[in-house]
């Protein structure tokens, strides 16, 4: 699975611009894809899920792409806010098993 | 959407004290429940999966003398972190599921700091 326990990488942003926060999985039998948002000192929130038969999948302001061929997942945000402020995971699940998470992206947002 | 609790949310306790942290599914049924730890900066570390009724799966290098956990209902679990050091000081995050596919919910953590 994904590595963890590694220092955060950081994207900085202005508001209003998009941001795109990259992930790269290692399994490529998981078929369940899932990104989190966690806010200093709270627990991580589900922004957004994909599965594996689909390659784009929409929400409101976010939106996922998974590329299967190269094990790669990304996060779309429109139109930052500096209310999306935050550290981004992604975790990758197969089955029934339990999610691995990635390392996480800190997103800041310039006003 | 479904609402997991823990408390204390944050707890300063002594070096060799022990401190017991609860996690609840208030408005579900947890089959599993997990323990993460989280130093700063970091990502979620696993330290433990938890079914109800049974003893919690421990990952590799996580004490389960040090950490023990108990899941005896299907909305509580809770960790116990036995004679604590400062190295013990972290972010503490439980998540529980209703079922192996289903989503996992996520509690808002409990910051332990061990003096």
């Known amino acids: 699975g994904e590595s963890v326990g590694l220092h955060l990488p950081t994207l900085s942003v202005q508001e209003g611009d998009n941001s795109i926060i990259n992930c790269a999985y290692s399994?490529?039998?998981?078929?369940?894809f899932i990104w989190y948002k966690q806010e200093s000192g709270k627990g991580p929130q589900f922004i957004i899920d994909i599965r594996s038969n689909m390659d784009k999948r929409q929400g409101q302001r976010v939106t996922v792409l998974l590329n299967k061929t190269v094990k790669h997942l990304s996060l779309q945000i429109a139109a930052t806010q500096p209310g999306d402020s935050a550290v981004y995971f992604c975790a990758e699940k197969q089955g029934s098993y339990i999610p691995t998470f990635g390392r996480g992206t800190s997103l800041i947002v310039h006003p | 959407g479904a609402v997991v609790s823990q408390h204390p949310s944050r707890v300063i306790c002594k070096s060799g004290t022990s401190v017991k942290i609860e996690c609840r599914s208030l408005d579900f049924q947890a089959t599993t429940m997990f323990w993460y730890r989280q130093f700063p900066k970091q990502s979620l570390m696993l330290m433990a999966t938890s079914n109800e009724g049974s003893k919690a799966t421990y990952e590799q290098g996580v004490e389960k003398d040090k950490f023990l956990i108990n899941h005896a209902s299907l909305t509580l679990s809770t960790l116990t972190v036995t004679s604590a050091h400062p190295e013990d000081s972290s972010f503490y995050i439980c998540?529980?599921?209703?079922?192996?596919?289903?989503?996992?919910?996520f509690g808002p953590g409990t910051r332990l700091t061990v003096t």
């Open positions: 998540s529980a599921r209703q079922g192996g596919f289903d989503e996992q919910y």
């Open positions: 399994n490529s039998a998981s078929d369940y």
